[in-house]
């Protein structure tokens, strides 16, 4: 498991390219009950007009970028 951003999963990339962001949030619930470990993975889709939307609101340095990986 990776601790990462849960709202911007990407696919690899080599070389210093830029990477593809997915367009669903990824987590991991972790439990642990009486010595035993269990993991549950999930996927939740993104709503990619309210994330265009919202990105346009805001001076991140990428949000041109970002803005472009939601249409």
């Known amino acids: ?20 962001i997915l367009a669903h949030a990824e ?5 642990e009950v009486r010595g ?6 999930y996927r939740v889709p993104l709503d990619k007009n309210a994330m265009r939307d919202s990105l346009a609101q805001t001076t991140n ?5 970002l803005i472009q990986q939601y249409a």
Do not use: C, H, Q
């Not at 987590?27 to 439990?31: D, F, G, L, Q, R």
């Open 1 to 20: 498991m990776n601790v990462g951003s849960v709202g911007m999963p990407f696919k690899e990339y080599v070389a210093g390219a830029r990477p593809t």
């Open 27 to 31: 987590y991991a619930i972790v439990e």
């Open 36 to 41: 035993v470990v269990g993991v549950a993975m």
């Open 61 to 65: 340095p990428l949000r041109d970028w």
